[in-house]
């Protein structure tokens, strides 16, 4: 239904700054919702950003003011930058797309691994 590309990870010492991006086989106009969330270690999955139709967006707690999640909607892109790393944001970080149906049905990249250390 939907191919999801990320890129971007890797490993960055505390205090830096890392971009992921992602790129989807769908129009955006076709999603309800496109952006990250992130697994770390021994827990569940969880919310990072998002941008939601109309172009709201949504961050996890302790990511607003550090993460910024951007699109460009003629591309079908989403990119969220992460800045002030910290060894706690270490975690796979998956892009999700949802797309509009009678019942939204959620996509997931592959994902791609984010290690904060120095």
């Known amino acids: 239904q939907v191919q999801i590309e990320e890129s971007g990870g890797g490993l960055v010492q505390p205090g830096g700054s890392l971009t992921l991006s992602c790129a989807a086989s769908?129009?955006?106009?076709?999603?309800?919702?496109m952006g990250w969330y992130r697994q770390r270690p021994g827990t569940e999955r969880e919310l990072v950003a998002v941008?939601?139709?109309?172009?709201?967006?949504n961050y996890g707690d302790q990511m607003a003011g550090r993460f910024t999640i951007s699109r460009d909607v003629r591309k079908s892109t989403t990119t969220l930058q992460m800045n002030n790393l910290s060894p706690e944001d270490t975690a796979v970080y998956y892009c999700?797309?949802?797309?509009?149906?009678?019942?939204?049905?959620?996509?997931w990249g592959k994902g791609t691994q984010v290690t904060v250390s120095s």
């Open positions: 999700n797309v949802r797309l509009k149906a009678v019942i939204d049905r959620d996509y």
């Open positions: 769908r129009y955006i106009n076709d999603m309800s919702q």
């Open positions: 941008i939601r139709s109309g172009g709201i967006t």
